[in-house]
């Protein structure tokens, strides 16, 4: 049984998440182009990069530690503190295992929101022929279907060649490519599945 009641849980998830993921959102929200009635538009950085698999960057400890006090947050530290001891948990290694799986949850959810807004439609298109297969498929396949999206939107890939568009899935971990062999990751198929629960998987551009 969950030691505090869920909406408590839900502002204790999302402000930890937000600060330890505080640099990412900023990026994120530095990159909105366009606002309109029908939501953002944001500019899809995939150019550049080492190839290496990206890491989220993570808020340093110092920060987490010199937060400024405020009377809302010690009344906030009161409230939580008066919900653990109503369920009455004495192990604290469970009530740190709870908390570090809510945590971890919250930072894929922030990481698939930021792919979600940085993914190129033929991107997707090709994760999703991967996971209609359960073996590798060839790099000839994948080769194929960025030359379709480079005759639709050939302004948008006229800088881009097809090492540089398949880097960017794969350092975001959402695809393995062996030699001449590309197959999807479960991170990949959890991203996916993200897109479908989300009302995310809308047709895109590139």
Avoid at 80 to 107: G, P
Avoid at 117 to 140: K, N, W
């Amino acid at each position: 049984m969950a030691f505090f009641s869920w909406p408590l849980a839900v502002v204790i998830i999302l402000t930890v998440a937000f600060l330890i993921f505080k640099s990412a959102i900023i990026r994120l929200i530095d990159r909105i182009s366009k606002v309109e009635k029908s939501g953002f538009t944001f500019e899809r950085p995939q150019e550049g990069g080492t190839g290496n698999k990206q890491e989220t960057p993570l808020l340093p400890s110092i920060e987490l530690t010199s937060l400024p006090v405020t009377a809302t947050v010690l009344d906030r530290e009161k409230t939580i503190k008066t919900n653990l001891q109503s369920f009455n948990i004495k192990d604290d290694s469970k009530k740190i295992e709870i908390l570090i799986r809510a945590v971890a949850d919250s930072r894929i959810q922030i990481e698939f929101t930021y792919l979600a807004y940085t993914i190129l439609g033929s991107q997707i298109f090709l994760l999703m022929h991967l996971s209609g297969t359960s073996q590798e498929i060839d790099l000839s396949q994948a080769e194929e279907i960025f030359k379709k999206a480079q005759e639709s939107f050939p302004t948008m890939h006229a800088n881009r060649t097809v090492n540089d568009w398949l880097k960017y899935l794969i350092t975001t971990n959402l695809i393995i490519q062996t030699d001449n062999k590309i197959k999807i990751t479960q991170y990949g198929t959890d991203f996916l599945k993200h897109l479908a629960d989300a009302h995310l998987g809308f047709e895109r551009i590139g």
